[in-house]
């Protein structure tokens, strides 16, 4: 089963700090990358999402950073606030709709607190 | 606009019942997909659609079905629930492979005793 790893699993940040998570894949065929917001009892919200022809892309204080060689992606937000606590998921996927049942994978999830 | 909407949000059963999740979208969107979430384990994909009378495997379909009738409703059905099919139910669609992003219902938790 194709995987995606995450880390770190929790994460606690002071407020106005950067926030790092970190995401690796193996299978060279993903061509797109999302990272997924989940607010407990809510479903996950799509936050940003970066494809492999680019090596960063940025969205107000979220941002991807990319490397293919590597087979890494991060998400680093800045200014971290109390309203950015909740999980992130990072996933991977391939859009065909032939096999498209093991080419859509997500993470563990990391838990992200981010104190006052 | 509702978004994706599921029923029931909450359910308890005992082993060897069955039950049906509803999902429901008003967005048009030709995909959609069940998932079921479980601690520290992500998201993992049961059944999914690509368009209206279709239905394809996903990483975990053993023991659930699923169907669309209707281009707007998928039905998630577990005909002989099992402690392990503990979990949290979210829905999703899209209207495009992965292309776009995919629009996650409020989720589902279903508890079997």
């Known amino acids: 089963q194709q995987q995606v790893k995450q880390s770190p699993q929790s994460l606690i940040v002071q407020k106005g700090g950067i926030s790092i998570i970190n995401c690796a894949y193996e299978?060279?065929?993903?061509?797109?990358f999302p990272w997924y917001q989940q607010f407990p009892g809510k479903g996950p919200a799509l936050l940003i999402a970066i494809r492999p022809d680019v090596s960063e892309k940025k969205e107000g204080r979220f941002t991807i950073s990319f490397n293919k060689s590597a087979k890494q992606f991060s998400l680093h937000i800045m200014d971290s606030q109390p309203g950015d606590s909740a999980t992130y998921f990072c996933?991977?996927?391939?859009?065909?709709?032939?096999?498209?049942?093991?080419?859509?994978?997500f993470g563990p999830g990391t838990r992200l607190s981010v104190l006052p | 606009n509702a978004g994706v909407t599921q029923t029931p949000k909450f359910r308890v059963l005992k082993t060897g019942q069955s039950m049906t999740l509803l999902c429901a979208q008003d967005m048009n969107h030709e995909y959609m997909y069940w998932y079921r979430q479980d601690p520290g384990m992500g998201l993992r994909l049961i059944h999914y659609s690509v368009g209206e009378g279709t239905t394809a495997k996903g990483e975990v379909p053993d023991g659930y079905n699923v169907s669309r009738l209707k281009k707007q409703n998928f039905l998630l059905g577990l005909e002989s629930a099992a402690p392990s099919q503990t979990s949290v139910y979210f829905c999703?669609?899209?209207?495009?492979?992965?292309?776009?992003?995919?629009?996650f219902g409020p989720g589902t938790r279903l508890t079997v005793t």
């Open positions: 299978n060279t065929a993903f061509d797109y």
């Open positions: 999703a669609s899209s209207y495009d492979l992965a292309g776009g992003s995919q629009y």
């Open positions: 996933a991977a996927s391939i859009p065909s709709k032939r096999n498209y049942g093991q080419n859509f994978v």
